[in-house]
């Protein structure tokens, strides 16, 4: 046999997989650890920092819903601001759990699995977050809340199904529901392994009630991956839909700087390329703490750099074929937000930042130093992130404070309650991680076990060496 | 209980509107005319009305609260006029500075709800300015004064009756030795009668009146020019060249209105040749961005730059040949001598249709010489009349001998009916002082200002829709103002308060004036008396127009002794008027505070302009605190930098600045100019001190972007080019290349044309917009923010590369009503929908406040209730709501509607005659209140509708026509008309 292997160059062969001799019994173990242990000091710090956070945004929830929308800095014209920005932040950073969990689960990337759980709950707390705006933003919540949907009102008004707003809310809560489902068909034979390692009663029912009676047969093991494939399938168009229908929020417009053709897919590559970004920002501490190195090794970080680099690359072609658009159609409102506004507007920047960010940071990544050494990993995704959002800063704030009469041009300064909303998502949402981590295995423990024998089975080696076989 | 009575005669045009009269006489077949009237009786018919409005308001408001406490009474026999829903118009009048503007005020259920023009009244024909418009808020101002004080505690009408008659026993043993009247301008006949009776009751009794914008300096003008007091009249529809020295004829202030309308006919191109405005003047002004040539000077050099072009005209006239040195004294440097010399050749040209056109802040020389000039020229556009006011002097001056007098302890009772001296005279009188040392000073006050702070007795004033009076309008016409409620306060009106001192002061000031021209006229008076009222004013009372003679050789004279023109580089400060709120009157009007200055577009504050050049010399910036000193104390300033504006100067507006106890709306904003006022100078003088204080303040601008960016959006043409540019506009009105076939309109078709042309940005509009669609003010905070409310804005746009004295061109910009309105598709709720007449509508209780719409809009015309703006609105101030209109809750976005509620109350009384609409019969607020007709509304399908003719017109375009939307509203070029000479 080690005659037919293939003498690779070292440099070329890949990090493996998973680190070390490893069975299902040191990975169940190493892998649940965290759940059964009590709550670190460092846990216990993030959490009330989190659950502080989560108060001042229900605080800044509070104020707008009793006072208006007068409280954030919208005005006429930039009628969207931070409300939209983090709306559309959000539902993109939700983009990477679908993407790993359904296309690369299609695409028999073997890398997803230690890293699909993360993604997937950190998808789920991201929407949950990003579905708090559009309602928060009306100027009515309480009717925006049930007006929005179809329903059959004695006096017959139905939504207007020409709006892209209209599309969203079916975009959006589809996309929840099956995130919702897909993790959570994921985590059902997780629960029944807590189930049955649970030392406690009241844990052994919690878990038991949620593991749905797994037991772990074939036969169970049979319907669930073919259900697991099917909602896979199912959650694949969405990766491309959700973004592409927030995308058509903006291109659906006459305004310049939204009303865009190539925002779709743009969008879906940014989407992807924030969600990766903040995977990384969010595993590369955790696995570190949670002592998870052995499963999501150098090697799981290295292709998400990569896939960072590519998405980064198309937006990249994104921002300038919208220059170039704007430059060709000889539009003037066009030349005068791409050209005009952006890069010389007060709001210049930001535009910078953007560029910065989201361009020149990736470019790193072309290095494969960059690509494995973690504090290059993280700081490049937190400024990924912080890219993409003043990125829709840029398309929402910028495109609407100078538009078509000049006479309506206004600036637009956002106040603390526009402050307060995104901090506050930021903390819910890390609380809810924080809870997820504490709860839940943080690494799919059935599908790393079953990882594991794969590789195993190919003696060990590594897949490249496996796959010419 | 007080009877229920009928309202007087039906109306006598289908828009129905009469006076509303107080005696009460029963239905028409019985009443006996030239009956007199019944002792009055404070509750009448019209308490009960007003009763009955409120509560139905209160009611209204206050949903399924609990009825209120008052006991409230039914129609137990409903008045034939009235039927609950429909309003009724009745005439009245608004009188600022003692000349009267003719208005239709229309009540709803005895609520005075909006004020219109009164299309028969010389004063206005129809339109109605902004100042006149506020009238409304300041009826309803919860902050009047509603309590006659004495010492500042709360006392009784007839305590100060009875303190009056004491007082008037002894002052008539001195033969009112110290009594001193110190009144409003004034024209009102009862005044000037009741004047006339205390002159003879207390001979030695003394009376002046004060304006802080008198008009003293026309009449002084006059004098030197005729050897007697003469006021202009105006009449641009003869006019072919206009010379505006200083002259703000085009902005709607009070007695400007007829010469807008007239100037407006001859800048349409349809009219025939176009007549030509020169403007010199040291600030922009309405006028200025109006004019085809402007030459902007320092306010000293202003009245040199007249006189020498008097000098020039002089080789030109014959008339004038004997003015020929004033060219050698008064040189002018290469730019304003080029101007003066194609004015002269211009204005000699036009002949008859010559006018120069002096303001009244200007000093008397110049109008004189204006006089000279017009009168040389045989112009037709203005003739020489007697003054409607009783005294022509109201200035400074005036108050000077007052205040002496004050302070020489020789004024026992001083009893004050003008506006407010305390604050608008100039500082270095100390007016204020001079009062504490009258032992007994009476002041008439629609608020607790600063001059009530320091008087004995405090009288609130009845708000002019509350009393009876009389005054004459700008040309002399005899105008009536009528109430239209029982007073919501107590107080009186000034009749009220001269007659206390004739021992009258418990008849009423109807009685009185009924009297009064029951006396005067007495030939068919019942019948007269009954049109009058209905009618607003008494037809054929102008003062004829006379010629008398030029005193050239007294001109002449006082040119000599005006010295040649300093040229040192101090600079100077120039006090204007405020286009919002005057003098300072209007402050506690939250729809004039909020109104964006036509020119600097700056709310809620005054500030101090300069030009860029002068900025950048003094080192600066917008929104910069400065004190600015002159002989005193300083003021402490914000800057805004104002292009167009001369070198070397700054500007500030009166008004500002405010102390008064009771006007918490206006109290602390801006700044006093005041300090800056003297008694010898109190429009301009050099050796300003310019001092930046290193701090900085946000200003709430409602445009803070001046330039087209090259876009067009106001087209702006010349008379030579408009063959082209109507071939070049061709573009921007085609039709719509589409695959779809559009929607059909088989009914009607509303459409709007709006002519830059003739609009010269007054921004009365915009008050009316205001007023009839309950639109909520929002505060110098929220405008700051870009929050304002107003449906309808006026946009300003600087053209050309001249920062010092660009082009300007303004734009009413409301909702364009789109065919394929950009806002409908994407609202998710189907809130804004389109109607089958073409209105692109807005359903309120539908919204839930996305604000897509506005985001989508590209005229950016759409406006959001960002809070609940009408929360905090009082119960009386909910009285000024228009209850055909929805007030809209918070979280909803609002927009312009066309008026849609004046369409459906034309629709519905046109469907019971079984007949369409009529042009012109449906008429939109703002087109109602346009001084100059630049807004038509009408019906697009039918073939003679004027707004038909104009979208046919060849200046027609539509606003941003590239994107397809289809508006409604369609824009005809301004046109200009310049001096090739000066090209």
């Not at chain 1, 990993?377 to 937190?382: A, D, N």
């Not at chain 2, 009267?100 to 219109?116: D, M, S, Y």
């Amino acid at each position: 046999m080690a005659e037919t292997a293939i003498a690779l160059p070292p440099q070329l062969i890949p990090p493996p997989l998973i680190e070390g001799r490893q069975d299902d019994g040191t990975l169940n173990k190493s892998l649940n650890a965290y759940v059964w242990q009590p709550p670190q000091r460092g846990w216990l710090a993030l959490f009330l920092i989190g659950l502080a956070g989560t108060g001042v945004l229900f605080s800044a929830i509070a104020i707008t819903v009793a006072r208006g929308i007068g409280m954030w800095g919208n005005n006429i014209p930039v009628g969207w601001a931070f409300g939209i920005i983090n709306f559309v932040w959000w539902i993109g950073i939700g983009h990477a759990g679908t993407l790993i969990s359904a296309i690369l689960l299609l695409f028999q990337q073997k890398w997803r699995t230690s890293i699909n759980r993360f993604a997937e709950a950190m998808t789920l707390f991201a929407v949950m977050q990003a579905g708090l705006f559009p309602i928060l933003h009306t100027g009515r919540p309480w009717f925006a809340i049930y007006w929005l949907f179809p329903y059959p009102s004695t006096n017959s008004i139905w939504p207007q199904f020409k709006s892209p707003l209209m599309w969203d809310v079916f975009a959006v809560s589809t996309y929840f529901i099956t995130s919702l489902l897909f993790w959570y068909l994921g985590l059902i034979p997780d629960l029944a392994s807590l189930r049955d390692s649970s030392s406690s009663k009241r844990a052994r029912i919690a878990y038991g009630i949620f593991a749905l009676g797994w037991r772990g047969s074939a036969r169970h093991w049979h319907h669930y991956k073919i259900a697991y494939l099917l909602l896979a399938g199912l959650a694949t168009p969405l990766v491309l839909s959700v973004h592409t229908i927030v995308s058509w929020d903006f291109a659906l417009s006459i305004l310049p700087g939204w009303h865009t053709t190539i925002f779709p897919p743009y969008f879906v590559a940014g989407a992807v390329f924030s969600g990766f970004a903040m995977v990384m920002t969010l595993m590369i501490p955790a696995r570190r703490y949670m002592k998870l190195k052995h499963v999501i090794t150098a090697r799981h970080l290295e292709s998400m750099a990569k896939v960072m680099l590519l998405t980064g690359l198309i937006v990249f072609y994104g921002y300038l074929m919208e220059h170039f658009a704007a430059w060709y159609s000889g539009n003037v409102y066009e030349e005068h937000v791409f050209f005009s506004t952006r890069p010389r507007g007060p709001y210049a920047w930001a535009y910078f930042t953007q560029m910065f960010c989201n361009v020149v940071v990736p470019q790193m990544f072309w290095t494969r130093w960059a690509r494995r050494n973690v504090w290059t990993l993280w700081i490049g995704s937190v400024l990924v992130n912080v890219g993409m959002w003043f990125e829709r800063f840029n398309i929402v704030v910028t495109s609407l404070h100078q538009d078509f009469i000049p006479s309506n041009w206004a600036m637009y300064y956002p106040t603390w309650v526009d402050f307060s909303l995104l901090f506050g998502t930021i903390c819910f949402f890390g609380t809810l991680f924080l809870v997820f981590l504490k709860f839940i295995p943080a690494v799919a423990t059935s599908e790393v076990k079953e990882l594991n024998h794969e590789l195993h089975q190919g003696g060990g080696l590594s897949e490249v060496e496996g796959a010419h076989r | 209980m007080p009877s229920l009575k009928s309202f007087p005669i039906a109306g006598q045009r289908q828009k129905l509107w009469r006076g509303l009269d107080e005696h009460g006489a029963p239905p028409a077949p019985s009443r006996e005319l030239g009956a007199a009237p019944p002792p009055d009786d404070a509750t009448s018919r019209r308490s009960v009305l007003q009763l009955l409005g409120a509560s139905a308001a209160l009611a209204s408001l206050g949903g399924c609260l609990k009825p209120p406490d008052e006991k409230i009474l039914p129609y137990t026999r409903q008045p034939p006029e009235v039927t609950p829903g429909n309003p009724l118009h009745y005439a009245t009048a608004a009188v600022i500075d003692g000349r009267a503007t003719g208005l239709l005020v229309t009540a709803n259920e005895g609520r005075p709800t909006k004020i219109e023009g009164n299309p028969d009244h010389p004063s206005s024909r129809g339109a109605v300015g902004p100042l006149e418009q506020a009238e409304l808020l300041r009826l309803y101002d919860p902050q009047r004064l509603g309590v006659v004080q004495h010492l500042g505690q709360p006392s009784a009408w007839r305590d100060f009756l009875q303190a009056t008659a004491e007082k008037a026993r002894a002052l008539r043993d001195s033969r009112g030795a110290g009594l001193r009247f110190l009144m409003e301008p004034g024209s009102s006949p009862l005044v000037g009668r009741l004047r006339q009776r205390l002159a003879d009751t207390y001979p030695q009794a003394k009376f002046s009146s004060w304006s802080a914008i008198p008009l003293q300096q026309i009449h002084d003008g006059a004098q030197l020019a005729y050897g007697a007091a003469y006021e202009v009249r105006l009449d641009l529809s003869r006019a072919r060249v206009v010379l505006s020295l200083d002259s703000d004829l085009l902005a709607a202030l009070p007695g400007t209105l007829p010469a807008m309308r007239d100037w407006a006919e001859k800048r349409d191109p349809a009219n025939g040749r176009l007549a030509r405005l020169y403007a010199v003047e040291t600030n922009l002004t309405v006028t200025g961005m109006n004019a085809d040539h402007r030459l902007r000077l320092k306010p000293t050099h202003l009245h040199r730059f007249g006189l020498a072009l008097l000098g020039r005209l002089a080789a030109q006239v014959p008339a004038l040949s004997r003015y020929a040195p004033l060219q050698q004294r008064f040189p002018l440097p290469p730019e304003s001598a080029k101007f003066a010399d194609a004015v002269a050749k211009d204005l000699v040209a036009a002949g008859r249709g010559a006018l120069v056109s002096v303001g009244p802040r200007q000093p008397p020389v110049l109008h004189a010489a204006a006089h000279a000039i017009n009168a040389a020229l045989g112009s037709a556009c203005a003739a020489a009349a007697r003054p409607v006011l009783h005294d022509t002097n109201a200035g400074p001056r005036t108050l000077e001998q007052l205040v002496e007098e004050m302070r020489g302890g020789k004024v026992d009772t001083l009893v004050i009916t003008a506006w407010n001296p305390v604050y608008g005279a100039p500082a270095d009188l100390n007016f204020s002082k001079a009062l504490s040392q009258v032992p007994y000073s009476v002041y008439r006050s629609l608020y607790l200002d600063e001059t009530a702070d320091r008087a004995t007795w405090v009288i609130p004033s009845l708000h002019p829709l509350e009393s009876w009076g009389d005054a004459r309008a700008h040309d002399g016409t005899v105008t009536f103002i009528q109430p239209l409620i029982s007073p919501l306060y107590s107080g009186a009106s000034e009749v009220e308060t001269l007659a206390a001192f004739l021992g009258e002061g418990d008849r009423t000031a109807y009685t009185q004036l009924r009297a009064f021209w029951e006396s005067e006229r007495p030939d068919h008076f019942a019948l007269n008396w009954e049109k009058w009222l209905a009618d607003g004013f008494i037809g054929g009372t102008a003062t004829p127009p006379e010629t008398p003679a030029v005193r050239h050789d007294q001109i002449l004279a006082a040119a000599m002794q005006v010295a040649p023109a300093d040229s040192s580089a101090g600079i100077e400060i120039n006090i204007v008027p405020d286009y919002r709120v005057w003098d300072g009157r209007f402050g506690n009007v939250s729809w004039l505070q909020e109104l964006p200055d036509p020119v600097t577009k700056v709310t809620w504050e005054n500030a101090a302009l300069l030009a860029p050049d002068t900025a950048r010399k003094l080192g600066l910036r917008q929104g910069d605190r400065v004190d600015l000193g002159l002989r005193g104390p300083p003021a402490h300033a914000t800057v805004v930098i104002a292009p167009g504006h001369a070198e070397d100067t700054i500007t500030a507006s009166l008004g500002y600045g405010r102390r008064g106890a009771g006007e918490a709306l206006c109290r602390g904003l801006g700044f006093d100019t005041s300090p800056l006022r003297h008694t010898d100078a109190p429009w301009f003088s050099p050796g300003l001190t310019v001092t930046p204080v290193g701090k900085r303040a946000r200003l709430a601008q409602t445009q803070e972007h001046h330039s087209m960016e090259g876009r067009l959006i106001a087209a702006t043409t010349t008379v030579e080019k408009l063959k082209e540019t109507g071939e070049e506009l061709a573009e921007s009105r085609a039709p719509l290349l589409t695959a779809y076939p559009g929607p059909a309109y088989p009914g009607y078709r509303w459409g709007m044309a709006i002519d830059l042309s003739r609009c010269t940005g007054c921004s009365s509009c915009m008050v009316a917009c205001v007023a009839e669609n309950n639109i909520p003010m929002v505060g110098k905070e929220q405008v700051a923010l870009s929050r304002e409310m107003h449906w309808l804005r006026v946009d300003r746009y600087f053209i050309g590369d001249d920062t010092g004295n660009p082009g300007v061109v303004v734009q009413p910009l409301m909702c364009v009503h789109c065919e394929y309105a950009p806002c409908e598709y994407v609202c998710p709720v189907n809130a804004t929908v389109h109607s089958d007449e073409g209105l692109n509508e807005m359903i309120y209780n539908r919204c839930v406040g996305t604000r897509y719409c506005s985001n989508n809009c590209p005229y950016k015309v759409r406006r959001f209730n960002f809070f609940s703006y009408t929360s905090d609105y009082t119960n009386t101030e909910k009285m000024a709501f228009n209850p055909d209109v929805t007030v809209r809750a918070r979280g909803v976005m609002e927009k312009c509607t066309y008026c849609v509620q004046r369409i459906e109350r034309a629709r519905i009384e046109t469907r019971l005659q079984d007949r369409r609409i009529r042009d012109g019969e449906v008429l939109t607020a703002c087109q109602q209140a346009c001084p100059s007709g630049a807004i038509v509304f009408g019906d697009l399908n039918d073939a003679n509708a004027k707004v038909r003719r104009l979208h046919e017109d060849e200046r027609r375009y539509d606003l941003l026509h590239e994107l397809g939307t289809r508006p409604r509203t369609a824009y005809l070029a301004r046109v200009t008309n310049p001096n090739p000479e000066l090209a």
